[in-house]
């Protein structure tokens, strides 16, 4: 996975990732109008998506959403639902028996605050989930995040900050509550 970045947006390494992000849509689109029994196209096109095939008893159910997909690193038995979202240009790696509840977002990118740098520069960090990490429904990942073993990110929550592990975290912006 890799650390923190700063691209300047008109360069060719932009340019690359532009044309992945256009390229990965497509394979998404496709992706997501294939019917829900057809599992060799679906494994193709994940294929295609993450760069290699999917680890075992990985589940995803569609619609799936990525712009890269080359940075996203699926740990054995991994259970996506639907409906979710991962931007990861900075990386994304989820640990072994993670569970991802519908339309969560996991966000690597963004752009500096200031305004003067807003429109000159890609910014980005890694997430990283742990083992057995349970994320709820509509919650969302923001950079540079880590997320303990064993914690649970209830739905709804903005994780702007680590997880420590074996924990609960809620709210607008994700807030320790307990930990065991």
Request: glycine fraction near 10%.
């Amino acid at each position: 996975m890799s650390s923190d970045r700063l691209m300047r947006i008109h360069s060719t390494e932009f340019q690359a990732m532009a044309e992945r992000v256009l390229r990965v849509t497509e394979l998404t689109s496709r992706l997501n109008a294939l019917p829900f029994e057809d599992e060799a196209g679906k494994a193709k096109l994940f294929g295609e998506i993450l760069g290699k095939p999917l680890p075992p008893r990985v589940t995803i159910y569609p619609p799936f959403y990525t712009d890269h997909g080359l940075n996203l690193d699926l740990a054995e038995r991994v259970f996506i639902n639907q409906n979710c979202t991962f931007l990861d240009y900075a990386g994304i790696r989820l640990g072994e028996r993670v569970m991802i509840g519908p339309k969560v977002t996991f966000i690597t990118s963004g752009h500096p605050v200031d305004p003067g740098e807003r429109r000159l520069y890609l910014t980005g960090a890694p997430i990283d989930v742990a083992e057995n990490v349970w994320i709820g429904a509509g919650a969302t990942i923001l950079p540079g995040v880590s997320i303990g073993r064993d914690a649970v990110v209830a739905a709804g929550a903005v994780v702007a900050d680590d997880v420590p592990p074996a924990c609960l975290v809620t709210g607008g912006k994700a807030a320790v509550h307990r930990q065991w």
